[in-house]
């Protein structure tokens, strides 16, 4: 079993910038989304596809991810490359969880409330058929990226320090979150909120990823298998 990290190596910058960035991230940037395309096409003069703007959107959510947590990054690097057997094992049992629990709580999502199918494979596949090299991008490379950086990186990383299970519950009831409740206020049904029970095991896992392995790199491989296999199936 790889030895648990006490550190999350977060500096007091990447608390400070990074907490800042994670809600402008999670609340403020997906409400933005229309009017910022809508600037970028009257700057260029030309309409810009949903596909177009959306790897923009993920190549900057990137950079600027890259840039404030570089030194996490850079611990998590040397922790991967002093055993990343260790890692990929970990990312491997991990791929198993994920699909065997995420579907059980897909069912019990759907004795909750009437929605079939899980939002964010959907929007996979939507988005697959209309601009498949694009989506592959955003979805198995930059997305787990930016996503285990905050989710696992920052959250689960800044409050496992004072306390384990409770960095567990913010990191999977926020992961969740943010899968949902833009549906929510699209469609105007709270009922949606119902849904983040579909989020509550794949955050767990992905979770239990990093803080098993010590590594970011982990938690980011095996987010970035689950959403290929997705886009396979």
């Not at 999350?8 to 609340?27: A, C, H, M, P």
């Not at 790199?217 to 095996?222: F, K």
Request: aromatic letters at 12%.
């Amino acid at each position: 079993m790889a030895k648990r990290k006490t550190s999350s190596g977060l500096t007091n910058l990447e608390r400070f910038g990074g907490t800042i960035f994670f809600v402008f991230y999670l609340l403020l940037l997906p409400l933005a989304t229309g009017p910022a395309r809508k600037l970028a096409e009257d700057l260029l003069g030309r309409s810009v596809s949903a596909e177009l703007y959306g790897a923009a959107y993920y190549y900057l959510l990137f950079a600027v991810t890259a840039i404030l947590f570089h030194h996490t990054l850079g611990i998590s690097t040397r922790r991967f490359l002093d055993d990343p057997a260790s890692a990929l094992k970990t990312a491997g049992v991990g791929v198993i969880a994920y699909y065997g629990l995420s579907e059980l709580a897909a069912r019990l999502g759907r004795l909750f409330v009437d929605r079939s199918g899980n939002l964010n494979d959907a929007v996979i596949s939507a988005r697959t058929g209309a601009a498949p090299h694009m989506t592959l991008l955003i979805v198995i490379f930059l997305a787990p990226f930016v996503e285990e950086t905050l989710f696992r990186g920052l959250v689960f990383g800044g409050l496992k320090e004072k306390s384990r299970p409770l960095a567990y519950a913010v990191s999977c009831a926020l992961f969740a979150l943010v899968h949902v409740w833009q549906f929510a206020v699209a469609n105007r049904d709270p009922a949606y909120f119902l849904l983040m029970v579909q989020y509550l095991i794949p955050g767990l896992v992905l979770a239990w990823a990093y803080d098993h392995a010590g590594t970011l790199w982990a938690s980011v491989g095996l987010h970035a298998g689950v959403n290929a296999l997705a886009v396979l199936l």
